[in-house]
């Protein structure tokens, strides 16, 4: 069956920032030159020092270097505020929007400034410096965006931690980091319960040993402090001058660190360094979103995602935009919150992930009709494939038609969208992420040979050719695991872990991770880390994770889990087991189903079959494939009879 295709409306694309001609000659000039194509773009930043290098790249194996505006001196922070302050000081610059509907504020450029200079200097006197790591465990609330802009004022480098996350996977990244302070609030209000951000604090410093703290007073709520480490914000604030000069950085120096899952062991700190970065956000979000002054953009996501990075924070406010912040759930005080909140603030661009779209079209349209949204240009969406169901509910229900769908292809480590529509260029097919973004170059290689795919129509694995100014630049402390996460498996290419087939328009689509990564509600979970969590538990001696179609999460979480001899299988155990993997990683590790084992699929090497635990797991067992390499082939007869997810 052919594809439905959504043309953009001519009236839009007339005055987008990028029609169709437009797209495609800038794409060629972006391919053909990428040196003068992001020379001009570099300009969009104001520099301290002018570069006078663009691109300085190469994914050769034995060598793989990553520069962009390599001599350019620049300021994150003056670029997203102050370089502002003339034209824009009193717009406001963050919408806050609660948990509670009736909590919100405006926040303007000029005021942004003052919170952000006090805020540095709050740091400077806690003993942060220049390329110091600072650890944010936030809500999401304006504090957490002064937080990361206060770290690039003075030259520190954020490592935020998601506020889902558990004490223990909070110590772990506190430890890897060498954190200096660890900025934090006493709880975090969503969906009127509080998660215990500071309490968790407190667990996960008795496990990293202590570092300092500053706690914004969120709730207020009454709780205990350790004299010399923990500091209140309110009353650091109120002592600190608004005056701090912008620190001078390199374009190369690190901006952030954000940990995410791999295939194998713990999460890997992707380092996202300062002027590439920033000129890939702010692009991306002026074009994708066809951003235009005065415009309200709103980004779903939580700032410890690279989501909340590129497109809460630092995109639009170095484009000057007004960005909206919130701290609540779609589903609180009902599943009409986001299309209150689009109505109340007038929201312009919308950008969600397609779980949330599924939870809320299963809430039926009526919380979506009692909402005025004709005030919505553009609508996105980001984190994993979105399913045609879901994509024309959001594009008939919410857009009335009216508003272009960007699917959004990108991941932590490209720091920007690398494939998505430009809405008023592009035509879009529900379900592909359609054609790559300036200076992108996708190719499918052949999964085995590595050879790459030349006609139209392909699919295979999904590579990047060569490197854009928004790349990860390495792994914290580790760059022999960025060479060989992303460089050894296909030499000379940058190897994103997704699955892809090209179209015979060329259309891309995403069909899902190869490696042992799954995506459950957008975030990325490493199999192994689950894995590792299981076994950590006394009563189990192995367990194999493995992801299975979940119709809201796009994938749950399935465990198999083999106990330690003596050790009897019930009920109250995946209760228990379940709470365990929740308290070592987190909620969102939270195992969906988890069945009893007595024997695991190994080859006669010990090598565990994935690929039948995958089948088993979305009940799909007539085509379990080539089985007689099995050192056991009958453990397989078990794990069928006792599947736990049978349609
Ligand atoms: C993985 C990256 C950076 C955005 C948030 C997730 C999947 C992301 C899409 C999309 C299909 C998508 C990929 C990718 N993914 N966006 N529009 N269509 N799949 O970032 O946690 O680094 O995960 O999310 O599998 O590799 P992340």
Redesign the pocket.
């Known amino acids: 069956m052919a594809d439905t295709i959504y043309p953009p409306a001519a009236a839009f694309a007339a005055s987008a920032h990028a029609d169709k001609a437009t797209y495609e000659a800038m794409y060629a000039a972006s391919i053909a030159d990428p040196d003068a194509f992001w020379d001009a773009q570099g300009k969009r930043l104001d520099w301290m020092t002018p570069y006078t290098k663009v691109k300085d790249t190469t994914f050769e194996h034995s060598g793989v270097s990553i520069k962009w505006y390599d001599d350019g001196v620049l300021n994150v922070s003056a670029n997203c505020i102050d370089r502002h302050l003339a034209t824009r000081g009193t717009q406001t610059a963050i919408i806050w929007e609660g948990d509670n509907p009736e909590d919100s504020a405006h926040i303007t450029y000029a005021q942004l400034h003052t919170e952000v200079c006090k805020l540095a200097n709050v740091y400077k006197s806690l003993g942060v410096r220049k390329g110091d790591r600072v650890v944010l465990y936030m809500p999401m609330i304006p504090e957490a965006a002064y937080a990361m802009l206060a770290c690039n004022r003075i030259g520190a480098v954020h490592s935020i931690v998601f506020g889902g996350f558990s004490p223990e996977a909070l110590a772990a990244r506190i430890t890897a980091c060498d954190a200096k302070l660890i900025v934090t609030a006493d709880q975090a209000p969503r969906g009127g319960k509080a998660t215990p951000l500071k309490a968790n604090v407190d667990k996960a410093l008795e496990i990293s040993g202590d570092v300092p703290t500053l706690v914004v007073e969120r709730t207020g709520a009454d709780l205990p402090n350790k004299a010399g480490r923990d500091h209140s914000y309110t009353a650091a604030m109120a002592q600190a001058s608004a005056d701090c000069a912008p620190e001078p950085m390199n374009a190369e120096d690190p901006l952030f660190i954000l940990y995410?899952s791999g295939s194998t062991g713990a999460p890997k700190g992707v380092v996202h360094t300062t002027g590439g970065y920033l000129v890939y956000a702010s692009m991306t979000h002026q074009y994708t979103f066809d951003y235009k002054d005065g415009d309200v953009f709103w980004c779903t996501a939580d700032v410890g995602?690279?989501?909340g990075h590129s497109y809460i924070v630092y995109g639009p406010l170095a484009n000057g935009a007004t960005t909206l912040m919130f701290e609540g759930v779609p589903t609180y005080p009902d599943a009409g919150r986001f299309w209150a909140v689009c109505e109340k603030h007038k929201v312009n661009q919308f950008y969600t992930a397609p779980t949330a779209i599924r939870a809320l079209m299963g809430q039926g349209e009526a919380f979506v009709e009692k909402y005025d949204l004709s005030s919505i240009k553009v609508l996105g969406?980001?984190?994993?494939?979105?399913n045609p169901e879901a994509w024309n509910w959001y594009n008939d229900v919410v857009g009335k038609g009216k508003a272009p769908i960007v699917?959004?292809?990108?991941?932590?480590?490209?720091g920007g969208h690398l494939m998505t529509p430009l809405p008023g260029a592009i035509s879009t097919k529900p379900g592909s992420?359609t054609l790559p973004f300036f200076g992108v170059q996708p190719v499918i290689l052949e999964p085995t040979t590595g050879q790459e795919i030349l006609e139209t129509e392909a699919e295979g694995v999904l590579c990047i050719k060569d490197s854009w100014p928004g790349q990860m630049r390495t792994v914290w402390g580790d760059h022999d695991r960025f060479v060989s996460a992303y460089f050894s498996d296909y030499k000379g290419y940058y190897f994103?872990?997704?699955g892809c087939r090209r179209d015979a328009d060329g259309y891309y689509w995403?069909t899902?991770?190869v490696d042992d990564v799954i995506?459950v509600s957008?975030?990325?979970m490493g199999t192994a880390e689950v894995e590792s969590a299981l076994v950590a538990h006394p009563k189990v001696a192995e367990a194999a994770v493995v992801g299975y179609p979940h119709d809201i999460k796009g994938q749950g979480i399935y465990c198999y889990v083999t106990l330690m001899s003596g050790e009897a299988p019930s009920d109250e155990l995946r209760v228990e087991l379940r709470n365990w993997v929740r308290k070592e990683i987190g909620p969102i590790a939270s195992p969906d189903l988890i069945q009893w084992a007595p024997g695991l699929p190994k080859t006669r090497s010990g090598k565990i079959m994935r690929r039948i635990l995958r089948k088993v797991a979305e009940d799909d067992f007539g085509a379990l494939g080539d089985t007689s390499t099995l050192a056991d082939p009958s453990v397989v007869d078990d794990l069928i009879e006792n599947r736990m997810n049978r349609s």
């Open positions: 995410t995602w690279v989501t969406t980001v984190g994993e494939p979105i699917d959004t292809w990108w991941q932590t480590e490209t992420c994103t872990g997704d995403i899902g991770r995506n957008g975030h990325r």
